[in-house]
T-cell receptor
């Protein structure tokens, strides 16, 4: 079974600075997808970014980028120019490419952006 | 607007009662999911359905039941057999197509057992 580990329960960052959230996962699969979801205080889960394991290039979405290290099974999220609206819980998630019904989530990292 | 709706937002239940949480989507997605979220834990899968009239148990299905009579709807019933039902429940949906795995989530229902 796949497991996802987020080792940082809470983090904080000053507005406009950069922060990196860590995620590691365990799988024997070669083809899979990785996701970062954001859950703000409204509790609405929003997809931030996703990465296909077969792609070597790291995904980027505006201020959000990932550092995908397949051999190390690591998938960190970097938030640049942090904004107050980035304050949220962030969940890392794993999904097998051949079974997207079995998405596994980490326990989450609570990020606070300070003014 | 296309999306996923869940109702009610807050739900209170007395011990021993069954209660049903609603989930509707107008995204024309084939698959739908129910997750439970507890403090300090990630989301855990309760049930999922890939097509109408078919559904599968997730990791924590005991004490829950579902139905999928329509593509748009996937209600979850929390039965009296669920020993600790107080939690936040999230419904999600996705397209059943190879290479597309993103799940879209509803706003959630907070269930509290009194």
């Amino acid at each position: 079974a796949q497991t996802v580990t987020q080792s940082q329960p809470e983090m904080s960052v000053q507005e406009a600075e950069t922060v990196t959230l860590s995620c590691t996962y365990d799988t024997s699969e070669n083809n899979y997808y990785l996701f970062w979801y954001k859950q703000p205080p409204s509790r609405q889960m929003i997809l931030v970014i996703r990465q296909e394991a077969y792609k070597q290039q790291n995904a980027t979405e505006n201020r959000f980028s990932v550092n995908f290290q397949k051999a190390a099974k690591s998938f960190s999220l970097k938030i640049s120019d942090s904004q107050l609206g980035d304050t949220a819980m962030y969940f890392c998630a794993f999904s097998r490419a051949d079974n997207n019904n079995d998405m596994r989530f980490g326990a989450g990292t609570r990020l606070t952006v300070k003014p | 607007d296309g999306g996923i709706t869940q109702s009610p937002k807050y739900l209170f239940r007395k011990e021993g009662q069954n209660v049903t949480l609603s989930c509707e989507q107008n995204l024309n997605h084939d698959a739908m999911y129910w997750y439970r979220q507890d403090p300090g834990q990630g989301l855990r899968l309760i049930y999922y359905s890939q097509i109408v009239n078919d559904f599968q148990k997730g990791d924590i299905a005991e004490g829950y039941s579902v139905s999928r009579e329509k593509k748009e709807s996937f209600p979850l019933t929390v039965t009296s057999a669920q020993k600790n039902p107080t939690a936040f429940y999230l419904c999600a949906s996705s397209i059943e197509r190879t290479g597309v795995n993103e799940q879209f989530f509803g706003p959630g229902t907070r269930l509290t057992v009194l």
